[in-house]
């Protein structure tokens, strides 16, 4: 199943880049079911990108036209704040379903989940390809289904079932 609406992934460029370069490789690949939209594919940065006011419009414009992100939580990531925590926060602000994918293999909110996103309405899951594609394919429609007094009831994971069901 193709993700036609972009992804906004937001990860640390220099611890967990890796992590990124995976999904990339997984949606490059045709002997992979994996597929989604990057928005960070949408356009290029110039040689611009060194100036933050920049960097932060070009950012900005990529998640203006994204219908969920990705946030990939690394050791280091709740530490971030020039622009991890930043794209976080407009997140919210955007009211974007956000994915939080946790390296460590968590399936929940643990220690890791940077402050910025901790209780709120983000479902949780670990660095696994169909756990990711999982939650690509049904939290979207879930969080838009939700009633604001449910999105204040906080983070979320999914079950056993869930994880059963997908092999994990």
Same mark, same amino acid.
Request: proline fraction near 4%; hydrophobic fraction near 40%; include cysteine.
């Given at each position: 199943?193709?993700?036609?609406?972009?992804?906004?992934?937001?990860?640390?460029?220099?611890?967990?880049?890796?992590?990124?370069?995976?999904? !990339?490789?997984? %949606?490059?690949?045709?002997? +992979?079911?994996? =597929?989604?939209?990057? @928005?960070? $594919? /949408?356009?290029?940065?110039?040689?611009?990108?060194?100036?933050?006011?920049?960097?932060?419009?070009?950012?900005?414009?990529?998640?203006?036209?994204?219908?969920?992100?990705?946030?990939?939580?690394?050791? !280091?990531?709740? %530490?971030?704040?020039?622009? +991890?925590?930043? =794209?976080?926060?407009? @997140?919210? $602000? /955007?009211?974007?379903?956000?994915?939080?994918?946790?390296?460590?293999?968590?399936?929940?909110?643990?220690?890791?989940?940077?402050?910025?996103?901790?209780?709120?309405?983000?479902?949780?899951?670990?660095? !696994?390809?169909?756990?990711?594609?999982?939650?690509?394919?049904?939290?979207?429609?879930?969080?838009?289904? /939700?009633?604001?007094?449910?999105?204040?009831?906080?983070?979320?994971?999914?079950?056993?079932?869930?994880?059963?069901?997908?092999?994990?």
């Amino acid at each position: 199943m193709a993700y036609s609406d972009p992804t906004y992934v937001i990860f640390d460029g220099d611890e967990d880049a890796w992590a990124y370069r995976f999904m !990339k490789g997984w %949606n490059a690949s045709e002997n +992979v079911s994996f =597929e989604f939209a990057n @928005a960070h $594919d /949408l356009d290029n940065m110039t040689s611009r990108a060194q100036d933050e006011d920049y960097v932060k419009r070009n950012l900005r414009n990529r998640m203006n036209g994204s219908s969920q992100v990705l946030v990939l939580i690394g050791e !280091k990531t709740k %530490n971030l704040f020039r622009f +991890v925590r930043w =794209e976080m926060e407009l @997140a919210l $602000d /955007l009211g974007l379903p956000i994915i939080a994918a946790n390296i460590n293999g968590s399936r929940q909110q643990d220690a890791s989940c940077p402050p910025i996103i901790r209780d709120k309405c983000v479902v949780h899951v670990p660095f !696994k390809m169909k756990a990711i594609k999982h939650a690509l394919a049904h939290w979207p429609n879930e969080f838009h289904r /939700l009633s604001n007094a449910q999105r204040a009831n906080g983070t979320r994971s999914y079950g056993e079932t869930t994880y059963r069901n997908l092999g994990l």
